[in-house]
């Protein structure tokens, strides 16, 4: 998909132009491509995208890609950080397991519509960087969690909607059983470290699940016990591309 705006916006930490190129990322990058969800739309254009990044590529905020965050790791490109939480069906209030926790990104744009959110993210300097950023932004119902996520937390299952920001081989057993009955999980999975296939699984009963391809789409690997063992080794450094 063709980037749209500047791909290198003039340097500057005032809150008036962030906030303005935000209107522009979403009118652009996100409504021009189909995302509809109200309730998403508007958490996109509320939440600050610069303070989720290193210092040296906060003018980058607003890019239609994703960025790095130090540890090999990327915050998402907007588009797939709302496509992505518009495939999860909310409608307010849910309780919402995050695997892949990053920046905290994401979890923040998730915490402007559901009730709860754990986020779980497997390195610990991300972990306590996303939830320094979300504390100071003042977003008080996101728990961040160290660790593997790809066993999901089945400490506060049934979850009405599960998103993971990493991909994996196959969907993870114990997430699966982690959602409730209803219940959303949304996830890239591909056989190939390269290249994989957005799914939305939709918990129809106790053993039943539909299944539904959104999109094409490359993301960091799931590194865990249902995940990927470790990255491809030419997988090393960041994943750049997210949507295809
Ligand atoms: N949602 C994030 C944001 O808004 O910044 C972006 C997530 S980034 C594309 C994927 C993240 O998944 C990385 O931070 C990576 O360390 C994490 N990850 C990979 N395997 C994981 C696992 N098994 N459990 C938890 N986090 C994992």
Known sequence: ???????????????????????????????????????????????????????????????DSPLPIGCDQTISQPYIVAAMIEALQLKGGERVLEIGAGSGYAAAVLARIAGEIITIERI?????????????????????????????WPQRAPYDAIVVAAAGPHPPESLKAQLAIGGRLVMPVGADQRAQKLLRLTRTGADDFRCEQLADVRFVPLVGDEGWASPAPDQAGPTIAESK
Request: hydrophobic residues 40%; without cysteine.
């Open 124 to 152: 610990g300097a991300l972990a306590d960087r996303a939830a320094a950023t979300l504390a100071a932004l003042g977003i008080g119902h996101v728990q961040v969690r160290q660790g593997d996520g790809s066993r999901g």
């Open 1 to 63: 998909m063709a980037a749209s705006g500047s791909r290198h916006p003039p340097i500057s930490n005032d809150a008036t132009d962030f906030a303005a190129q935000r209107e522009r990322m979403v009118a652009q990058q996100i409504v021009a491509r189909g995302v509809r969800d109200p309730l998403v739309l508007d958490a996109m254009r509320q939440v600050p995208r610069e303070a989720f990044l290193p210092e040296r590529t906060r003018d980058l905020a607003y890019d």
